[in-house]
């Protein structure tokens, strides 16, 4: 079980805009660690899509942000795409465990 | 551009070790700027932290692996290998190797990972 908590699955109509949460604790998100997200696709590899909470990579369409508060941070995606059907994960490190955290994981369905 | 390409069996029998390999190219792994690390999913679950190397300081694992894994580095061939002692079926999974950023807001740390390999699916099975 991750010490970062993500909903399991978000679904919206292509055109809408669609958050996925990421929850941690004093140890991560709430000390003041970096947020980080993460598309995956089947079969390819993982890429970064928003670091230290707020900023994208070269390349990342502006149609993803990111934002951070407390002990829990959010991916917001606008102008929703088919291509955007995948699942997304967040990322911190973790000074009780001295290493690097994922959350769970949510999938995105474009309806 | 900096590339990484993992290496390595697909299938390894219970209670052998799994070596996997990741070759690097378009830059140092002997720098102290980054992190070195993998990440492994299982088929159907999340992304998993495995452990992350740096040259010049201590390695770290993630504490539900620590006593199955050794990270180790090797500059002259510009590469860092993976072994997981003791695999069962639960250790089957496409396994990532990834460069890692250095965080500086709270002291030095493994921050984000990027770039990533395109991953290589390891199957334990007799």
């Known amino acids: 079980q991750s010490v970062l908590t993500q909903p399991p699955s978000v679904s919206g109509a292509p055109g809408q805009r669609v958050t996925i949460s990421c929850t941690g604790s004093s140890s991560n998100i709430g000390a003041g660690y970096g947020v980080h997200w993460y598309q995956v696709v089947p079969g390819a590899a993982p890429k970064l899509l928003i670091y230290a909470n707020t900023n994208r990579p070269s390349g990342v369409p502006h149609r993803f942000s990111g934002s951070k508060s407390g002990t829990s941070a959010s991916l917001a995606i606008t102008g929703l795409q088919a291509e955007d059907e995948a699942e997304y994960y967040c990322q911190s490190y973790d000074s009780s465990l001295r290493g690097s955290e994922f959350g769970g994981g949510t999938k995105l369905t474009v309806l | 551009q900096l590339q990484l390409q993992e290496s390595g069996p697909g299938l390894v029998k219970p209670s052998e070790t799994l070596s996997l390999t990741c070759i690097v190219s378009g830059g140092s792994i002997g720098s102290t700027s980054y992190y070195w690390g993998w990440i492994r999913q299982p088929p159907g679950k999340g992304l998993e932290w495995i452990g992350t190397?740096?040259?010049?300081?201590?390695?770290a694992y993630n504490p539900s692996l620590k006593s199955r894994v050794t990270i180790s580095e090797d500059t002259s061939k510009n590469q860092f290998t993976l072994s997981l002692s003791s695999v069962t079926a639960a250790d089957t999974a496409v396994y990532y190797c990834?460069?890692?950023?250095?965080?500086?807001?709270?002291?030095?740390?493994?921050?984000?990972?990027?770039?990533w390999g395109q991953g290589t699916l390891v199957t334990v099975s007799s």
């Open positions: 990834a460069r890692q950023e250095v965080g500086f807001s709270r002291g030095y740390y493994p921050d984000w990972f990027d770039p």
């Open positions: 190397i740096r040259k010049s300081a201590t390695s």
